[in-house]
Antibody, heavy 119, light 108 residues
Framework: EVQLVESGGGLVQPGGSLRLSCAASGFTFSSYEMNWVRQAPGKGLEWVSY????????YHADSVKGRFTISRDNAKNSLYLQMNSLRAEDTAVYYC????????????WGQGTLVTVSS | SYVLTQPPSVSEAPGKTARITCGGNNIGSKSVHWYQQKPGQAPVLLIY???DRPSGIPERFSGSNSGNTATLSINRVEAGDEADYYC???????????FGGGTKLTVL
């Protein structure tokens, strides 16, 4: 059974940093492209970052470029999101999502981890 | 950057057909995917590549895509279909994933 379990969320002050993790199981992690998608309270889905199965290339949304970095450790079956210079508008539930084998849709999602940026 | 436009809300009576649109410039040339999200839950892939259904998704859900509009159709709407629905594409130009703003389906 495919499982994606996010962790690392919490309360952080504006300007602070946080590192999210996503533990993958039930599939060959190193064969799949991965993403982070976020959802602010009461708002819609916003794509954040993409990483290929090998680790490069990576792409980031304009709203987080230069502040967030996606990475992965295929040996540990884990996906990461390093978030720096956090702002109030980064407050959201962050989901990790797997690209399907055949393309650019997301066939499995984690349950999400909440990041709250507030003083 | 590429923009996808969805109506904020759609309402339909039980047993009828609900249609949710997703507008974008020449969206017919792109592959459109649809997700269903119920309150407090992660999104679920509903339709991929315009009209394909993952295993386990009822045939009541179907998709189409042409011109500047993609459409998700839900036949014989049920109370359990109340949810937010999102369309999504990959923008080759920006190398970005794009989501529509989402549509809340209310079953009357």
């Amino acid at each position: 059974e495919v499982q994606l379990v996010e962790s690392g969320g919490g309360l952080v002050q504006p300007g602070g940093s946080l590192r999210l993790s996503c533990a993958a199981s039930g599939f060959t992690f190193s064969s799949y492209e991965m993403n982070w998608v976020r959802q602010a309270p009461g708002k819609g889905l916003e794509w954040v970052s993409y990483i290929s199965d090998s680790g490069t290339p990576m792409y980031h949304a304009d709203s987080v470029k230069g502040r967030f970095t996606i990475s992965r450790d295929n040996a540990k079956n884990s996906l990461y999101l390093q978030m720096n210079s956090l702002r109030a508008e980064d407050t959201a539930v962050y989901y990790c999502a797997r690209n399907s084998e055949d393309g650019d849709n997301f066939d499995y999602w984690g349950q999400g981890t909440l990041v709250t940026v507030s003083s | 950057s590429y923009v996808l436009t969805q109506p904020p809300s759609v309402s339909e009576a039980p047993g009828k057909t609900a249609r949710i649109t997703c507008g974008g410039n020449n969206i017919g040339s792109k592959s459109v995917h649809w997700y269903q999200q119920k309150p407090g839950q992660a999104p679920v892939l509903l339709i991929y590549y315009d009209y394909d259904r993952p295993s386990g998704i009822p045939e009541r859900f179907s998709g189409s895509n042409s011109g500047n509009t993609a459409t998700l159709s839900i036949n014989r709407v049920e109370a359990g279909d109340e949810a937010d629905y999102y369309c999504q594409v990959w923008d080759d130009t920006s190398h970005h994933v794009v989501f529509g703003g989402g549509t809340k389906l209310t079953v009357l």
